[in-house]
């Protein structure tokens, strides 16, 4: 039976909220380079990338903007384009949910479900993010809001944007239906979910403990594709861009035959979208009698200097002024470098230059540019096979062994791990020089065929390095074949071997390929451009009336900041709650004719919750007191931090600061 070589891969569609920094640009690279490594193995290979452009936040900016949804959108739409082409990414196709194919297909598929009973007309109650575009019930909020009376009259998702309490006719998709056919799925198909890690998330957080029905049309806004048999609802954003997958390869149209040749593929997701991905997507997909993925990897994020990129920090990182002065290939090279398989990666301005000097100019240029010059000094640039060294087995070996591994970590899409394979190749290459200094042997004409046999493997093994690099920095390869004096511009993976009759001489001088770069002077320009939209020139004033304040609540104004009274209130005792893993009851001294009580959600980020008596706090003293878990009355607020990583901490004052003191 001959195997069926296509491969279809995916992008996450991404939301046109703003300018795309790293994080973004890893995926699409990351997906590139898996395209084009396999296209080199011989795969006929589609590649897929676009954008998600319906929901209610979209509709809400655009009438801010003044313009109808489409004209706010199709601007976006132009500068995401032109990123992939600076970034030289070669997808197939690049989808809009708002094309009209994808609209039309979305309307035929809901209408299905409809009839066959898997989507049913009720009535939506609960609590809705329009920041995130998602639903939530009561206990997956990250904190409720309540008044005097125990109520929930709002809260917080775990994304930190608030929640709006949502009443309204709403179409249901039947998912507590299917909960035991995905979770036999799993098993039956353990590599469905990579990483591996992801699954058993997906499993103990939102399977086991009870899938629910899903909310899949909304009527409180227009900007999505509307039900053909009840146009006053629009349908859901996920379950209208989830399809993006396969009505991109025209299901749902009069020609499906790139579907029926590409899916199943592999969608390629950010780790904070796995759910709707690993959960709602087989299901929808079984549900039509479809077949789900072959795999769904969910990849971690890109933090810099350790901390979660934002604007608020100023570290967030762009694509353009880096490719501006560096180069695109450096650029590809280190954010696949720097990301562990499964794991968060971290950016820094340091480790970004040091990559260049070390890993680009030094290991692999200087490989390069000690090779060509010895043949062209020893030789007269010919390359010639001759007597075999003692030191060509290991390194054979070491070749061989590369390869092998490239391969298998391409196949898990562990793309640092085959970096770090091509890596070796080198350093064993360059240690081979020092073992066989070619330099002595040339000396001597009796040793003329060692030398030969030498420069002969610098050459191969550089041109099996430039192979495997092809996907990943193309350019750069092209640059060492030509300087290797190979013909040409793109060498087959599939059946890659170490050996090659080498004809052509090799270039009569060869140009550095990665200059190496001031560390000092080039991190400080990294520095200088990030949180900017830069086009590669450094920040050179700062406008605080034009930074985004990244704002997850309205503006007030300062006679509305003047009703909080925030006062300084010591610790007398604390103690956990009763019937609540989350909660601390405080009793404080604030300065009051008597003590004052305080709930806050805490008490897993204090778990030695003693250590706070005698600390002095800042609280919302001002608050409207509130009864919680129906007994017990909570008067203020304490306040907290929270950092990227998620931990929350009070805020702390000296503690020669009177109690009762007010801040402000």
Not at 96 to 116: G, N
Not at 126 to 149: H, I, K, M, N, P
Not at 545 to 565: A, P, Q
Request: with cysteine; glycine share 6%; hydrophobic share 40%.
């Amino acid at each position: 039976m001959t195997e069926n070589k296509t491969f279809y891969i995916t992008t996450p569609i991404y939301y046109p909220s703003g300018k795309l920094h790293l994080g973004s640009t890893y995926t699409t690279i990351a997906c590139d380079v898996l395209a084009r490594y396999k296209r080199l193995m011989g795969y006929d290979t589609f590649y897929l990338t676009g954008l998600d452009e319906h929901g209610q936040k979209i509709q809400q900016r655009a009438e801010a903007a003044g313009l109808d949804p489409k004209s706010y959108l199709d601007p976006m739409a132009d500068e995401v384009k032109r990123l992939w082409a600076l970034l030289d990414i070669n997808y197939d196709k690049f989808i809009r949910t708002t094309d009209s194919y994808h609209e039309e297909a979305v309307q035929k598929i809901f209408e299905k479900l409809l009839a066959q009973g898997d989507i049913y007309l009720g009535k939506y109650e609960g609590w809705y993010s329009v920041s995130d575009e998602e639903f939530f019930t009561e206990s997956q909020l990250a904190e409720v809001y309540r008044d005097t009376d125990g109520n929930v009259i709002g809260g917080m998702a775990p994304s930190g944007h608030e929640v709006e309490k949502v009443e309204e006719e709403s179409y249901f998709f039947r998912m507590s239906k299917y909960a035991d056919w995905l979770l036999e799925y799993y098993e039956e198909h353990p590599t469905f979910i990579q990483p591996e890690i992801r699954k058993n998330e997906m499993v103990n957080t939102f399977i086991k403990p009870g899938l629910e029905d899903l909310a899949v049309s909304r009527t409180t806004f227009t900007w999505g594709i509307p039900i053909k048999s009840n146009p006053k609802h629009v349908i859901y954003v996920w379950l209208d861009a989830l399809f993006n997958y396969i009505t991109a390869l025209g299901y749902g149209t009069d020609d499906d035959s790139l579907y029926q040749k590409f899916w199943p593929g592999v969608n390629m997701v950010g780790k904070d979208i796995l759910r709707f991905h690993t959960i709602y997507w087989p299901i929808f997909l079984h549900a039509l009698g479809l077949e789900a993925p072959t795999q769904v990897f969910g990849h971690g994020w890109y933090q810099v200097d350790g901390r979660k990129m934002s604007k608020s920090f100023g570290n967030v990182v762009y694509a353009e002024p880096l490719v501006a002065r560096y180069g695109l290939d450096p650029y590809r090279y280190y954010i696949l470098r720097a990301m562990p398989f499964g794991n968060d990666g971290n950016f820094t301005a340091e480790n970004y230059i040091d990559r260049i000097n070390f890993d680009l100019a030094n290991d692999l240029g200087n490989l390069l540019n000690r090779t060509v010059a010895m043949i062209n000094k020893y030789n007269a640039g010919k390359i010639e096979k001759g007597e075999a060294s003692e030191f060509d087995v290991s390194l054979a070996e070491v070749a061989q062994t590369s390869l092998n591994n490239y391969h298998a970590a391409m196949d898990k899409f562990e793309f640092s791990v085959a970096l770090s394979e091509i890596w070796t190749l080198i350093s064993r290459t360059n240690k081979y020089i020092d073992e066989t200094a070619p330099w002595q042997l040339a000396k001597a004409e009796e040793d003329k065929a060692k030398l030969n046999n030498v420069l002969y493997h610098l050459v191969a093994n550089l041109r099996v390095v430039a192979a495997l690099l092809q996907p990943y920095m193309h350019a750069t390869s092209e640059k060492i074949f030509a300087q290797l004096g190979l013909i040409e511009t793109q060498i087959e993976l599939e059946g890659l071997e170490m050996d090659y009759d080498f004809v052509n001489p090799v270039v009569a001088k060869g140009e550095p390929i990665f200059p190496r770069l001031d560390v000092e002077e080039e991190v400080a320009y990294i520095k200088s451009t990030m949180d900017s939209d830069s086009d590669g020139a450094a920040k050179v004033e700062w406008k605080p009336e034009e930074v985004d304040l990244n704002l997850t609540k309205d503006e007030i104004k300062f006679e509305d900041f003047e009703k909080i009274e925030i006062k300084i209130a010591e610790v007398i005792a604390v103690e956990k709650v009763e019937g609540s893993d989350k909660l601390l009851k405080f009793r404080l001294d604030a300065g009051d004719s008597e003590n004052r009580q305080i709930l806050s959600g805490i008490a897993k980020f204090y778990p030695k919750e003693q250590e706070l008596v005698g600390k002095k706090l800042q609280i919302v003293a001002n608050l409207k007191p509130r009864k919680m878990m129906k007994k017990y009355w909570s008067q203020g607020m304490i306040l907290s931090t929270e950092s990227p990583d998620g931990q929350l901490r009070v805020c702390e004052v000296d503690a020669s600061v009177p109690n009762g003191s007010l801040i402000g």
